[in-house]
């Protein structure tokens, strides 16, 4: 079955940096367009990035110049390299498969001083 799981979340202060990584199986990865979400407390949960199997990549407008969607097909990977991180970065952050229903269980990402 197919299965996404998160990781690379934790405590950082602000101007700080993570790196997300989330390793899919079950599925052919090479085709697959893959995105980003994140919730924070008493939020919807939000679009953060997306990169299409050919690399095309398109971001919400807070986290332009900031945040970077990669992918690594041999490894089954994609990541979410975030930079300058700021508190309202705060929040579960979950990749998903474009257009369906999988999701990973999530990593939390907090930004405090």
């Known amino acids: 079955q197919v299965q996404l799981v998160e990781s690379g979340g934790g405590l950082v202060q602000p101007g700080g940096s993570l790196r997300l990584s989330c390793a899919a199986s079950g599925t052919i990865f090479s085709v697959l367009h893959l995105g980003w979400y994140r919730q924070a407390p008493g939020k919807e949960r939000e679009f953060v990035a997306v990169?299409?199997?050919?690399?095309?990549?398109n971001y919400e407008n807070s986290v332009k110049g900031r945040f970077t969607i990669s992918r690594d097909n041999a490894k089954n990977t994609v990541y979410l390299q975030m930079n300058s991180l700021k508190p309202e970065d705060t929040g579960v952050y979950y990749c998903?498969?474009?257009?369906?229903?999988?999701w990973g269980q999530g990593t939390q990402v907090t930004v405090s001083s």
């Open positions: 990169i299409t199997s050919g690399g095309t990549t």
């Open positions: 998903t498969i474009t257009s369906t229903t999988y």
